[in-house]
């Protein structure tokens, strides 16, 4: 037995963590693609199954006060809020992130203009996920804006009066680099500017302190690091503060202060419900809900800390196993600039990522050369991460 292996096996005798992990359903498959779709919750199935049957198949329409469908959204976004920093009130869950960066952005812009400033220019993450930039480019035009993408790094000497917001990634999504919302935010706010949050990469792999950083508009996905399932519902959060200022470019009945009143004029919901828009997608997020009991018990400095040590022991098998000059880390060393993730560049990636998965080791690909493998800590171990290795490196030879 190697000694890498061996620490893997006394590290996983000593995770405070390690009991989640019989809370999901998993085999034998080392599963390294968590930060694209999470493992099923074991509590999901059942869940869904009363939902259907029961609060469906009986109470039929009577579910949405009996079973409380109706206030569902808020109800969820109210359990996402201390995985991202926030307090109550704040989150909403509904539609796609899409959707929501699209909800987001353009009202970001409608706050920043509001003051007849002026403000003619959205700035936008260049390497982010590609549907953020194409919602960017059409908020910019709805909005009369002119759109500017400009890498993380540079947006601080980017910002100027004519700035009215600025769409950025917690976690770049091919890297795992890890962006310094804090600081970021600071800037633009010393721009007089909105800033506008993609979670989709580090809620729930790591503390993200929305409320805490002064962070004005957020959005994510759910069926990543929260285990939602394909498809799940994402959320969307606006800071308490700016709520009432908040004007949504998809006002829909649900987000009327009145909804059952039918009423021809639009007149939007106090707080945190002025960001819906239709009938909530039950199915999904009733499953979504039941999903996010796993983290019962839970702290996220909890998980962040494994989650850095697993992707620390990652790099060093790696780096012992795999030939010399065959891969290269595209991932920040430095833990402050690290997602949840590793991405390693290799020229043949397409390939060998299928004969991973042959092998038992699931991770992911992106063109044109890297190979990701997304580090989940609720239900990934030290064994996993030495064995992932390993086989990488049979692969390789």
């Not at 199935?45 to 469908?69: A, F, K, N, T």
């Not at 920043?112 to 400033?117: E, F, K, L, M, R």
């Not at 770049?172 to 600071?186: E, I």
């Not at 702290?299 to 000059?325: H, Q, W």
């Amino acid at each position: 037995m190697s000694e890498l292996l061996l620490r893997a096996e006394k590290w996983d005798g000593e995770d405070p963590l390690a009991g989640k992990r019989s809370a999901f359903v998993l085999d034998d498959v080392v599963y390294l693609d968590g930060n694209s779709l999470g493992a099923l919750p074991a509590g999901v199935p059942g869940r869904v199954e009363d939902v259907v049957r029961r609060q469906w198949g009986e109470l039929r329409i009577r579910s949405w006060e009996e079973s409380g469908w109706w206030t569902a959204p808020e109800r969820i976004g109210d359990r996402i809020a201390p995985l991202v920093g926030a307090a109550a009130g704040q989150i909403v869950v509904g539609d796609s992130t899409s959707v929501n960066v699209f909800k987001a952005l353009v009202a970001a812009v409608r706050m920043a203009q509001s003051a007849g400033s002026g403000r003619d220019e959205i700035l936008v993450d260049a390497t982010t996920f590609p549907t953020d930039g194409y919602i960017a480019e059409s908020a910019a035009r709805m909005t009369g804006c002119s759109l500017r993408a400009v890498v993380p790094g540079e947006v601080p000497a980017a910002l100027s009066g004519r700035t009215a917001a600025v769409l950025l990634n917690h976690v770049d999504y091919r890297t795992g680099r890890l962006h310094d919302l804090p600081a970021l935010t600071a800037a633009v706010h010393a721009a007089g500017a909105v800033a506008v949050w993609d979670l989709c990469h580090s809620a729930g792999a790591l503390p993200v302190g929305l409320d805490e950083h002064g962070v004005d508009l957020a959005v994510g996905c759910t069926y990543k690091y929260l285990n939602g399932g394909p498809g799940s519902p994402a959320y969307l959060y606006v800071r308490a503060e700016l709520q009432d200022r908040f004007d949504s470019p998809l006002p829909g009945w649900n987000s009327h202060v009145e909804p059952f009143g039918m009423r021809a004029s639009f007149e939007p919901a106090p707080g945190a419900v002025r960001g819906r828009v239709g009938t909530p997608d039950i199915l999904s997020m009733l499953a979504l809900e039941a999903a996010l009991e796993v983290w019962d018990g839970v702290s996220i400095e909890a998980v962040r800390a494994k989650s850095l040590a697993l992707t620390d022991f990652f790099l060093e098998c790696v780096g012992a196993y795999v030939p010399e000059g065959r891969v290269e880390s595209v991932t920040p060393a430095a833990h402050e600039e690290r997602g949840s993730q590793v991405a390693l560049r290799c020229a043949d990636a397409g390939d060998v990522m299928k004969r991973l998965i042959e092998g038992g080791v699931v991770g992911d690909f992106r063109q044109p050369d890297v190979l990701r493998f997304g580090f989940t800590p609720l239900y990934v171990g030290f064994a996993d991460v030495e064995r992932a290795a390993r086989v990488l490196a049979e692969v390789l030879r």
